[in-house]
């Protein structure tokens, strides 16, 4: 009901469950010529709702609830799918499977939502983002940047995002001991809610130092897992 409400409430479509997870889309069937913005509107709205659900939980001994998301925006193939005898309201897409693709990867980075790069570019000025990485998802032939969307709550962190493009730069140009050690003096920015992902940036950058990479290297990440 948490993650449902948000959706329902800026008219969005409920495509599946599976498990503990949801797949909704907006601008279909109802449309929606903001739908980019919506959904993210609604990952972050979800975020708040779960918080809250977190707090109900806690508060009856229970176990506290967590959720990343993943979204993404693109040209798919909407309608009912299926059988003659079994059917159902479905979408399917390159686009549909990257934003399955970057969902599963929140916890390898530390956050609680990736956003695809159309998105943002249909967005970049309606939301707080800070750029991920340039990832190459499993199963894909090319890399494209990747973000994370921030719930400011009226706070300012224009300061903390020039520390955040800087490490970047770095870690772009192959400076990565630089990148690491800008990553160790960020704790705390942002809220702390980037925390986990300047933990896990440091271990890339060091990675990274062991790689071989060419002269044509642009900060590119092949993903070989899901």
Request: hydrophobic share 35%; glycine share 10%.
């Amino acid at each position: 009901d948490s993650i449902s409400k948000p959706i329902m409430d800026n008219q969005g479509m409920v495509i599946k469950y599976v498990g503990d997870a949801s797949m909704h889309i907006h601008g279909a069937p109802i449309d929606d010529n903001e739908h980019a913005r919506t959904i993210v509107k609604v990952g972050l709205e979800m975020l708040d709702a779960v918080d809250a659900y977190t707090k109900v939980m806690e508060a009856k001994g229970l176990p506290p609830a967590a959720m990343g998301w993943g979204c993404n925006s693109g040209i798919g193939f909407i309608g009912e799918m299926g059988s003659t005898d079994r059917h159902s309201y479905d979408i399917l897409g390159d686009m549909v499977s990257t934003a399955a693709r970057l969902e599963a990867r929140c916890k390898a980075y530390g956050v609680l939502c990736i956003i695809g790069a159309e998105t943002y570019n249909r967005t970049k000025d309606d939301f707080f983002y800070l750029m991920l990485d340039n990832l190459q998802p499993k199963g894909k032939t090319v890399a494209d940047l990747i973000y994370t969307a921030l719930r400011t709550k009226g706070a300012d962190y224009s300061n903390d995002k020039e520390l955040h493009d800087c490490m970047h730069s770095l870690y772009k140009q192959k400076k990565f001991d630089e990148a690491a050690a800008m990553c160790k003096t960020m704790k705390g920015t942002f809220g702390g809610q980037m925390d986990k992902y300047y933990k896990i940036w440091i271990e890339r950058c060091e990675f990274m130092k062991q790689q071989d990479l060419g002269d044509n290297w642009q900060g590119e990440f092949i993903a070989h897992e899901k």
